[in-house]
């Protein structure tokens, strides 16, 4: 058993609390490997900025479970090293799916973590959601649990109502479990192809996708239900046009690629949403850097030549989310 408060991690509870205050959001990216690791320090410690550095289940498989709590642990120094005297990292557990998974993370060093029981039924996701409750607030690991359903790529029905946080159901889930935090549904989704064409239109000058907006009524009574209660928003990417250009004209293929604009985040951000998940912005940032090393110049094989320009240019994204969209630079409590 390793307790996270010995990495030097800390859970979401007092970072949580001040952004709702404060009308600003957690940033919560993904990472994978060095590179995403390393830029997402630099940014958030340059910045100041508390950030929640999220693993999934297949990023937990790919870059095996020790190494990444050690890659946490090594990125607190690292902060420290960057001038940050006393960083807020938080280890999140993304979308974890059993009790067991959540254990694991818990006893393995996570100061945070996400039981998504959104698609069971919903005393399912109740039982479950509690049971894994129960267990972190033992080692002070805070909990995120989920309802609703987020729309998946292929879905055919990508944002309709039905897919939609009721929140006639919010007070019952979070009294029942005891979650710390709420990830809410009012249609963002992962990925890069949030939107079908046909649910969007398009702008006259560019020709570019303008999606539709987001459920903020729904937002809106999930506040009203549970005054000051965090709230978080997964699917967050706003897929950066500049990004889909330049793997487009260098050998990728991403047509029709949409995200969430940029001032929907930032509205959402002043809300009760505390925390808001980005992962497939950095991806985007990487490919389009690596591509663009590739096309200019076809005879490198020295990864640092192309995962360099890939780390800054994910610095580059990182730093301009967490200072013109989330608004959560300087907001390090010392
Ligand atoms: O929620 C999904 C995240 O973007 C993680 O994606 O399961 O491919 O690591 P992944
Ligand atoms: P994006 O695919 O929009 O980056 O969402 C990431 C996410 O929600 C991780 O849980
Ligand atoms: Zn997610």
Redesign the pocket.
């Known amino acids: 058993m390793v307790n996270y408060k010995d990495l030097g991690l800390v859970n979401t509870r007092e970072m949580f609390k001040r952004a709702i205050n404060g009308g600003w959001a957690v940033p919560a990216f ?1 990472f994978n490997n060095m590179e995403q690791l390393q830029a997402i320090i630099m940014a958030s410690s340059e910045t100041k900025s508390p950030v929640i550095l ?1 693993v ?1 289940k297949g990023a937990r498989n790919y870059a095996n479970q020790t190494l990444l709590r050690y890659m946490a642990q090594g990125a607190v120094e690292y902060a420290k090293e960057l001038g940050c005297e006393h960083p807020e990292i938080v280890l999140h557990l ?2 974890g799916d059993s009790f067991e998974l959540c254990k694991s993370c818990v006893d393995f060093g996570f100061s945070s973590v996400m039981i998504d029981g959104s698609s069971l039924p919903y005393d399912e996701n109740v039982a479950l959601t509690a049971k894994v409750v129960e267990y972190a607030h033992k080692y002070d690991v805070t909990v995120e649990g989920e309802l609703g359903v987020l729309a998946g790529v292929e879905d055919e029905v990508a944002s309709e109502e039905s897919h939609y946080t009721k929140p006639e159901e919010v007070i019952d889930f979070t009294s029942k479990t005891g979650v710390d935090s709420l990830a809410i549904s009012i249609g ?1 989704s ?2 890069a192809y ?1 939107f079908k064409p046909e649910q969007c239109t398009r702008d006259p000058k560019t020709g570019r996708l303008v999606p539709p907006p987001l459920a903020f009524d729904v937002l809106d009574e999930v506040m009203v239900k549970l005054p000051g209660f965090p709230i978080v928003l ?4 706003s897929v950066p046009q500049e990004y889909v250009d330049i793997i487009n004209s260098n050998g990728g293929k991403l047509p029709d690629a949409v ?1 969430i604009p940029e001032e929907q985040l930032r509205k959402a951000a002043k809300s009760a949403v505390c925390k808001i ?5 950095s991806r985007l940032a990487f490919t389009a850097a690596v591509r663009r090393v590739f096309a200019e110049k076809p005879g490198e094989f020295d990864p640092r030549k192309y995962c360099g320009p890939a780390r800054e240019e994910m610095v580059k994204m990182y730093k301009h989310k967490i200072i013109n969209v989330l608004g959560s630079d300087n907001k390090l409590a010392q």
């Open positions: 993904n999220q999934s993304d979308h963002t992962h990925g949030k997964h699917g967050s990417s995200g998940n980005i992962d497939s912005d």
